[in-house]
Structures are given as structure tokens and as C-alpha cells.
């Protein structure tokens, strides 16, 4: 006798899927130890910061490249002319003097007065500066001018020159001694200390406006030494 029996299913068991099992175990795993993971993470990120720093720090040319200078440039051209200008005027001072010359005779006395005029003119030559009256460091520029002198010895304007008085007989020669007992008087009168003072500042407060202008934020400015000036 023959049983027929219905077909047999074969018992599939459904296949894992390794894949996924796999991401489930690392992401428990990541979950367990993230202290550990962010670790990780950070010193994975330092280790590729540092391998693309030494690649750009090979290459001969730098990512960024910043210059700064802070020195300025004056040429010798401008110092030269501002050297050839020569005499600068800085004070000048008009004034008149009075003198007389007197002589006894036997029978009668000479008598001469005049009144002299004139205009004194004080500043500087830059002619007579030393070979390194400037020099510049950095933004400063550092000037040594010569010292304050008389610009003009001729000072006296003999076309204004006035006789107040005279009476008897005089000489050129005599007329010479009065002129120059006068032009004594009135250099005596001007070349003060305080004018060479006042004609020092106005020498500083020129030559530091012409350096600022030229670009130097500060000017130290000093004087040479100068023998006093002949009053003579």
C-alpha cells in the first residue's frame, strides 16, 4: 500500500544579513565608550591638521605673506635741496641809533650827530651745516642746524642815515668811526639772548612742519655750538 504524503517543506531558516549586525554591534559599542570615541575623533582630527600643515609649509610659496615697514624714505635729492636754499631768515629786527663824536678846539668845538638806521637779520646757514646734519631713524628724522647768526653785516641802510647836527669840519675817516660806533650799538641792541632764543624756535617750529610734511611723525631738532657772536 503506498501512502502518499504532501511534499515536504523544506525548513528555510532566514539568512543574516551580516551588514547590518555589524553597524548595531559598532553603534552599542559607540554608545558604551563615547568618551573614548571623542578622543579618538579629536586626535584623528590633529593628526590630518598636521599632515596638511607640513604639505603647505613644503611648498616654497607661503599662503600668506604680510610686510609692514614703518621706515620713510627721503631721497638725497630732497635733502640736498633743502641744504642748498642756504641762509634761512628766522628773525629780523629794525632799529636806529644815535651817535655824536665831539672835539674841543682852541677857539671853538666840533660838533656830529647821526642817526643810523638799519635792519638786522638773524637765522641760519645751511651751507655752514656739518656733512650729517640729518639722519633719520626710522619714522624720526634727527636735524643738528647750524647756530644762529647774523645774516648780513651790512645791516646799516646809509641811504636812511640822517646828520641831526654838526658843525665844524669833519673827515671821511671820522664819519667812518661814527658809522661803525653805531652799527656796535645796534648789534649790541639785537643780538640777545632772548632773540636767539625766539630766532631758534622759529627754526624749529620751520624745519619740523618741512619734515612732517615729508612724512616723519616726529623731529628732534638741536643747534650746533656756536662761539658767541661777534658784537663788534
Known amino acids: 500500500m503506498t501512502t502518499l504524503s504532501p511534499p515536504s517543506v523544506p525548513d528555510v531558516q532566514p539568512k543574516e ?25 579629536a ?16 611648498t616654497d ?18 635733502v640736498r635741496q633743502i641744504r642748498d636754499i642756504g641762509q634761512w631768515e628766522l628773525l629780523s629786527a629794525a ?8 672835539r674841543t678846539g682852541i677857539l671853538h668845538d666840533d660838533h656830529l650827530v647821526c642817526i643810523y638806521r638799519g635792519t638786522l637779520r638773524l637765522g641760519i646757514n645751511l651751507h655752514h ?17 647750524p647756530p644762529i647768526e647774523l ?21 671821511a675817516a671820522d664819519k667812518q668811526k661814527l658809522y661803525l660806533q653805531a652799527k656796535k650799538a645796534m648789534k649790541q641792541r639785537i643780538l640777545t639772548p632772548e632773540h636767539l632764543q625766539q630766532a631758534q624756535q622759529n627754526a624749529k617750529e620751520q624745519f619740523s612742519k618741512i619734515f ?21
Open 17 to 41: 544579513t551580516s551588514r547590518p549586525n555589524r553597524w548595531w554591534r559598532f553603534l552599542r559599542w559607540w554608545f558604551r565608550h563615547w568618551k573614548l570615541s571623542l578622543c579618538l575623533l
Open 43 to 58: 586626535l584623528s582630527g590633529i593628526g590630518v591638521g598636521v599632515l596638511w600643515l607640513k604639505s603647505t609649509s613644503s
Open 61 to 78: 610659496t607661503p599662503l600668506l605673506s604680510v610686510e609692514r615697514t614703518t621706515a620713510i624714505e627721503t631721497t638725497p635729492e630732497e
Open 95 to 102: 632799529t636806529e641809533e644815535m651817535v655824536e663824536l665831539h
Open 129 to 145: 651745516a656739518s656733512a650729517d646734519w640729518f639722519r633719520a631713524d626710522s619714522t624720526t628724522a634727527i636735524l643738528q642746524l
Open 151 to 171: 645774516l648780513d653785516e651790512d645791516f646799516i641802510d646809509e641811504a636812511r642815515t640822517t646828520t641831526f647836527f654838526e658843525e665844524g669840519s669833519w673827515t
Open 212 to 232: 612732517t610734511n615729508l612724512g616723519y611723525h616726529e623731529v628732534l631738532i638741536t643747534f650746533a655750538k656756536n662761539p658767541s657772536l661777534d658784537t663788534h
